[in-house]
């Protein structure tokens, strides 16, 4: 069953509010700044949502469909850009997961925030943590999602669960990223490196529960 007391951690874990946006936050890719760091960032949000199953907590994450010009097939949190209708960061990432996923807004309960992201590609992204009651079934939208799959939130704690990987993109610079395994999927790059910020500033401490 849901832990509450274990989301009740995690919330006070987080910030209660996001970061404004002239807060370029943290950078997690080897150091290297954004291919095209000579444009403003363009702000973006994401849903970084514990799906409350009987099993206990997981998290969601999708894979882009293939039928997209950014970020083909990637494996991903919901969300993306922030739009200018878009009141708040909140708002443009509970829209895009409904439009992804047909996660209702209303089955989203935001505990709170992590600091601003600033990835390699010049998107400064606003992680919001919520918790998702889900009133029916996710569906993917076949143009933007390939399918969604959940990550028991157990697997993300241990350290052994992640490794780093090197790749080179755009500019020939060696970046280093995170990845994660999971079943048949491999979480890697900014949504990785998300998680990987997620367990250090609200699941680290869980973590001699779990070795």
């Known amino acids: 069953m849901p832990d509450r007391a274990l ?23 080897d150091g290297v700044p954004p291919l095209n760091h000579q444009k403003p960032p363009k702000p973006s949000a994401v849903l970084i949502g ?9 998290v969601l994450y999708i894979e882009r469909s293939s039928k997209l010009r950014a970020h083909a097939g990637q494996i991903a949190f919901p969300g993306g850009k922030i739009d200018e209708e878009d009141e708040s960061s ?16 209303n089955d989203v309960d935001v505990i709170g925030y992590l600091p601003n992201y600033l990835s390699g590609t010049n ?23 390939a399918s969604f799959f959940e ?5 993300l704690i241990p350290d052994q669960h992640y490794s780093k990987i090197r790749f080179v993109r755009g500019d020939e610079a060696q ?20 998680t990987r910020m997620f367990r250090e500033t609200a699941l680290v401490q869980e973590l001699a529960e779990h070795e």
């Open 175 to 194: 970046r280093e990223t995170w990845r994660i395994d999971f079943q048949d999927r491999a979480i890697w790059g900014i949504t990785a490196s998300m």
């Open 50 to 58: 514990l799906v409350q199953r009987e099993t206990g907590s997981h």
């Open 151 to 155: 990550v028991p939130l157990p697997h």
């Open 7 to 29: 989301i009740d951690r995690i919330a006070k874990r987080l910030l209660d509010r996001p970061q404004d946006d002239f807060d370029t936050g943290c950078h997690k890719v």
């Open 90 to 105: 909140t708002v443009a990432a509970l829209r895009e997961a409904h439009e992804e996923v047909d996660l209702h807004p």
């Open 123 to 145: 998107y400064l992204i606003t992680p919001v943590v919520g918790i998702v009651r889900p009133s029916s079934e996710f569906i993917a939208n076949p143009d933007e999602v």
